[in-house]
């Protein structure tokens, strides 16, 4: 009896001993900017660490579809609001959560855009362990960062400089055309919500809540990704919340897309000329919410003007 307690009592001081090596290991290795060398992951999304405090007006948050469809500069050109997309591939709700929880540190958006194919994808329970670790132990996201370790950043307090120019938006001319013949077919049908990512959403609805954004669920134009059954799922989904929602999938007609000039790989994602049409009926709608007040004119937001005319010069 004595030697198994004294094994046990070594196997917990083992551990203690690892978790605290973890802890000074992460505290070399974590990123002290968000700059692409220092950063590594989905630096564009995470750009939005390096905006001025309490700038951004809208928060985009979701997988790839968010950032082929969402044009930032565009909402800013037309109506003066400030958006970002915190947008990457395949994004998993323990990672949109992760967004959230950041932005929320040091902006206050007044809108937040959850675009639902993401709310879709299965992750696991381990997938979500995993994370929660890599969050408080970042030395099991950033082990391979001692490559290139500046050992003058030991002791320094993080200080994110970079932001995207695009303000997470990626851009693309390419046209591959999309075959739309059963896309959107009535149905009564409702598809799966992985129970897990129903209380990941509930936690981000709560975090909105608390910050008093207003939660507003999205479906982009999307021929591969999204059809009727989903949308039935959503619809119900969006109303447990008292979140809005609005499925540009039904809006094709009204938004005018044409599928075999609007999507860059065969109506997966939009490409630049899809994204702007998606982006006119967000801008519109966002302006009908009447909760945004444009910030044109005003001189601490000129890096928005210079950022857009950077845009224009790029896509034109």
Excluded at 23 to 40: E, H, Y
Excluded at 82 to 95: D, H
Aim: proline fraction near 3%; charged fraction near 25%; include cysteine.
């Amino acid at each position: 009896m004595k030697s198994f307690a004294k094994n046990g009592l070594k196997g917990l001081l083992f551990v203690v001993i690892l978790i605290g090596l973890m802890m000074a290991a992460s505290f070399i290795l974590v990123p002290r900017d968000n700059t692409k060398a220092d950063w590594k992951h989905d630096a564009a999304a995470n750009g939005i660490l390096g905006e001025p405090k309490d700038s951004i007006d809208v928060l985009y948050l979701g997988d790839s579809e968010v950032h082929s469809s969402i044009v930032p500069l565009q909402i800013w050109d037309q109506y003066g609001y400030t958006g970002y997309c915190c947008s990457t591939n395949k994004q998993r709700l323990w990672y949109t959560l992760e967004f959230v929880l950041e932005a929320f540190k040091t902006q206050k958006p007044k809108i937040v855009v959850m675009e639902t194919n993401n709310i879709m994808h299965y992750f696991s329970v381990e997938d979500a362990i995993l994370h929660s670790a890599e969050i408080a132990l970042p030395v099991l996201k950033y082990h391979d960062r001692w490559k290139n370790l500046d050992f003058s950043d030991i002791g320094k307090q993080p200080a994110y400089t970079y932001t995207d120019p695009d303000k997470g938006y990626y851009y693309s001319d390419l046209t591959d055309a999309a075959t739309a013949d059963k896309y959107m077919e009535k149905t009564d049908k409702e598809a799966h919500v992985p129970m897990l990512n129903k209380i990941y959403m509930k936690v981000i609805a709560s975090i909105c809540e608390k910050n008093g954004a207003k939660l507003v669920f999205l479906s982009t134009p999307s021929t591969k990704n999204w059809n009727t059954a989903k949308h039935n799922s959503m619809e119900k989904f969006a109303k447990s919340f008292g979140a809005e929602y609005v499925d540009l999938n039904l809006k094709a007609d009204e938004l005018q897309i044409d599928w075999d000039k609007d999507t860059r790989d065969k109506g997966d994602h939009m490409n630049y000329s899809g994204a702007v049409k998606v982006t006119n009926y967000i801008g519109k709608y966002l302006k009908e919410t009447g909760i945004l007040k444009s910030h044109k004119g005003d001189r601490a937001y000129e890096s928005w003007n210079k950022a857009f005319r950077a845009f224009q010069e790029k896509v034109h």
